[in-house]
């Protein structure tokens, strides 16, 4: 199907014909988003946001979910979709590297729109009888197959633990929503996802119950060994969630979830009627979900965040005040770093050709440590 799009120019001289608003009008009618499993918090968000366009703008959207991470952006990339709502994989794609540094993929030249601060740690079921991180050793925890985003956090917070994926019972699922699930089934003791999935609700209510493990904020040693294996974490106690409360708080990490993600081509003045959407309608999508306040556009238009940020968001925030010279200078270090990245990619597959991927991969890897310890 072809969609498609009224220019922002197109819709307001309509409007002022009529005497009408040309209220963020630059929208296209119909979108179509990825994001993750049906269930998920990622796709309920996606979900309550497309919703709030459509009573807004009555811009069409379809989302289509996606258990992996391949499965997400590829529609993004093949230009199938026009927004992909993802998780860490935004920055492995950006730097290469995890399911991206095949010779297929190497670093993305992706945006962010913007992205929810949101919170990560190991829901276990209570019967389990895990309260710390050591405790998870020779315990079942569930991985998801091709997810990246998901394996490498819970790959960082083992590593907080002084644990790896051999001192704990490793069980892998097909996709997220599986993954999730397994603790009710009884086939994991425990996993690593953010706080408000549905499936963690069903949990909370079933007769194993849930229990999250705890990430003290004050283990320095802990948190070094984390960002060894992902530096994009910081401590978080979070009240939100299945089996969280005021009075029931758990300690995790924090980062940014759902992050919206454009290619860096998208039009400007495209994404920026998006972030205006997406901030004039909050109203009407911020109640949608325990954690969907967040959505506020001071905060989801802040870095840090795993990518650099769009020239079009930047201008809505700008306009807004949000944006500074600081936050200017991050994204100007990060648009540097993918820069450096993608010109030493191009170098390695040239210098590559005929190896194989073993090979390929290694000399990738050295290549990468080489640019990012040169950078300022």
Avoid at 52 to 70: C, D, L, T, V, Y
Avoid at 334 to 359: F, N
Wanted: glycine share 8%; net charge negative.
């Amino acid at each position: 199907m072809k969609y498609q799009t009224l220019t922002a120019g197109l819709i307001a001289a309509s409007l002022m014909a009529l005497g009408g608003n040309a209220h963020a009008q630059g929208l296209p009618d119909t979108m179509t988003w990825t994001a993750y499993d049906v269930g998920s918090q990622g796709h309920s968000e996606a979900s309550a946001i497309a919703d709030a366009f459509g009573r807004a703008h009555n811009s069409r959207i379809r989302i289509q979910p996606a258990g992996s991470a391949i499965g997400r952006l590829q529609p993004l990339v093949a230009g199938r979709a026009d927004y992909a709502y993802l998780a860490t994989e935004s920055f492995f794609a950006s730097e290469g590297i995890h399911d991206f540094a095949e010779r297929r993929w190497g670093p993305q030249d992706l945006r962010a729109v913007a992205g929810r601060p949101s919170t990560f740690g190991v829901p276990s079921a209570a019967d389990a009888d895990i309260h710390t991180l050591e405790d998870l050793r020779g315990k079942r925890v569930a991985y998801v197959a091709g997810n990246p985003s998901v394996n490498v956090k819970c790959d960082a917070i083992l590593a907080f633990g002084g644990l790896t994926r051999d001192d704990v019972d490793a069980v892998m699922f097909p996709t997220h929503g599986a993954a999730m699930s397994s603790m009710v089934q009884n086939q994991a003791d425990a996993a690593c996802t953010t706080t408000t999935a549905s499936q963690l609700y069903e949990l909370e209510e079933s007769s194993r119950g849930i229990r999250w493990v705890d990430i003290p904020a004050d283990d320095e040693q802990g948190w070094q060994r984390m960002n060894r294996v992902a530096p994009v974490f910081q401590p978080f106690q979070e009240t939100i969630g299945a089996g969280l409360s005021e009075t029931s708080p758990a300690n995790m990490l924090a980062y940014r979830y759902p992050i919206i993600v454009a290619l860096g081509n998208k039009s400007d003045d495209e994404v920026y009627e998006f972030v205006k959407a997406l901030d004039e309608t909050y109203d009407l999508y911020k109640d949608a979900t325990s954690a969907i306040h967040r959505w506020r556009i001071e905060d989801a238009g802040a870095p840090p965040i795993d990518i650099p940020f769009h020239a079009g968001a930047i201008r809505y925030l700008e306009e807004q005040g949000i944006w500074d010279e600081e936050m200017q200078a991050w994204n100007h270090a990060r648009l540097a770093r993918l820069e450096a990245l993608s010109d030493a990619w191009s170098q390695v597959r040239e210098e590559g050709d005929g190896l194989d991927e073993e090979a390929f991969a290694a000399r990738w890897n050295e290549r990468r440590e080489q640019v990012l310890s040169e950078l300022p």
